[in-house]
Each structure stands twice: as C-alpha cells, then as structure tokens.
Nanobody
C-alpha cells in the first residue's frame, strides 16, 4: 500500500557529491519519520540520517557535517545531500518511511525502498 522509490545513486570520485531522493506514494494519512540507511557488503544496515515530521534531524557520527537530510512534505519526498564523499560511504542506500495509512481503522506503516547503489572511488 506504500511504495518508496529511491533515485540519485551512482559512481563518484572521493570528495564529490551526490543527492539522493526518495518518493513515497500510496494511501498515506500522515508521514512521521523519513530516514536513510545504508548497507555495505558484509556489514549490517545502519542509520545514516533521519528527519521527523517537525524537521528534527539526527545523523550518524560518520556523516555529520557532510550529509544533509531534508524533506518536502507536499511531495512526500525525502532528500539526502551527500558532500565530501569518501570511499567508506560506498554502500546501498535505503529509504525508510513511517506513518499512518488512510484506512479505517487507521493502521501504521513502516516501509522500505529497494535501495540505490552509491560507489565512491578513491
């Protein structure tokens, strides 16, 4: 009932920038948190950044000062601006969204996108 589509991944040299986007669609009543996670080969999925409905944000220590998460509520879209990229940022980046469905009774959702590959070369 809720679909997330990520875009913007790719190959970039160290020090470069990328901007990821995540569009959420479906029968949504309200969206609470939107977040970006990443998973490198052989590693567990980890939180990169998350933004609340009031635009409060949290970041992983490894990306503070380099990455910026934002959201456009009118478009149900979250963004992740990634600057000063490092080879260790290489991973599949996943979008996550949590909120409530426009159903009766109201149900919550916690949905993931398919992921987009980010590769940073040294």
């Amino acid at each position: 009932q809720v679909q997330l589509v990520e875009s913007g991944g790719g190959l970039v040299q160290a020090g470069g920038s990328l901007r990821l986007a995540c569009v959420v669609s479906g029968s949504i009543f309200s969206m609470n948190t939107m977040g970006w996670y990443r998973q490198a080969p052989g590693e567990q999925r980890e939180l990169v950044a998350r933004i609340g409905s009031g635009s409060s944000t949290i970041y992983a220590d490894s990306v503070k000062g380099r990455f910026t998460i934002s959201r456009d509520n009118a478009k149900n879209t979250a963004y992740l601006q990634m600057n000063s990229l490092k080879p260790e940022d290489t991973a599949v980046y996943y979008c996550n969204a949590r909120g409530y469905l426009a159903t009766m009774p109201v149900n919550n959702f916690d949905s993931w996108g398919q992921g987009t590959q980010v590769t940073v070369s040294s």
